[in-house]
């Protein structure tokens, strides 16, 4: 039972361009949305969130644009940078319900 | 401020016997939840401890069983291992955990392999 999917497993793209990852969920329930990063041998590391109330939310060069229609999530890197090169995963909670991705590997090549 | 800290990071059992991990949330943190992190899975919810009380609870097998003491620190216990409990264990706390809408913090997780 995947409520929330993560449908590209991989994203490769040039330093300096713009990152765009993809996240569905089903549960029209959710009404919190969080953008976790991790690299190699760490846990997760909180990157951004948006509340159902809201449509965008932007923090630098990071912004998370939520779709409630389409029960869609997205994650905008601007400009990527090779630090950026790490997995991310989506989540969506509700009360005490918090489900997470299966995450997408972002690689941004110098 | 000390981030979440999680013991052992490297674990080799075989199957059949137990393993306990353990957790140490950021101070002040009351809430605590596990998961569990296979290939091509993301993050499978085991369980959330909040204030010694387990709050919520995944769709793990009996053997996956935790608790958390009166300073918050949290252990998970898995008894009667099998192959498929090898994995990544993390271990997660918040403020108020997912029922207040707020981020959790991350441990580097305890890397469990069954031989």
């Known amino acids: 039972d995947q409520q929330v999917k993560q449908n590209s497993p991989s994203l490769s793209v040039q330093e300096g361009r713009i990152s765009i990852l993809n996240c569905d969920y089903t549960n029209s329930m959710f009404d919190y949305f969080l953008w976790y990063k991790k690299y190699p041998a760490e846990g997760p590391t909180f990157l951004i969130s948006?509340?159902?109330?809201?449509d965008k939310n932007e923090d630098g060069r990071f912004t998370v644009f939520l779709n409630k229609s389409a029960k869609h999530l997205s994650l905008h890197i601007v400009p990527s940078q090779p630090g950026d090169s790490a997995v991310y995963f989506c989540a969506a909670s509700r009360q005490l319900d918090m489900r997470f991705g299966a995450g997408t590997r972002l690689t941004v090549k110098p | 401020k000390a981030g979440v800290t999680q013991t052992p990071r490297y674990l080799i059992k075989t199957r059949g016997q137990q393993v306990t991990l353990s957790c140490s949330p950021i101070?002040?943190?009351?809430?605590v939840s596990w998961y569990q992190q296979t290939p091509g899975q993301g993050l499978q919810f085991l369980f959330e401890y909040f204030s010694e009380t387990q709050r919520n609870k995944g769709n793990f097998p009996g053997r996956f069983s935790g608790r958390q003491f009166s300073n918050s620190r949290s252990e998970m216990n898995v008894s009667t291992l099998e192959l498929g409990d090898s994995a990544l264990y993390l271990c997660a706390s918040s403020l108020t955990g997912s029922a207040g809408n707020q981020p959790q913090h991350f441990g580097d997780g305890t890397r469990l392999s069954i031989l």
């Open positions: 101070s002040g943190h009351r809430s």
């Open positions: 948006i509340s159902s109330i809201k």
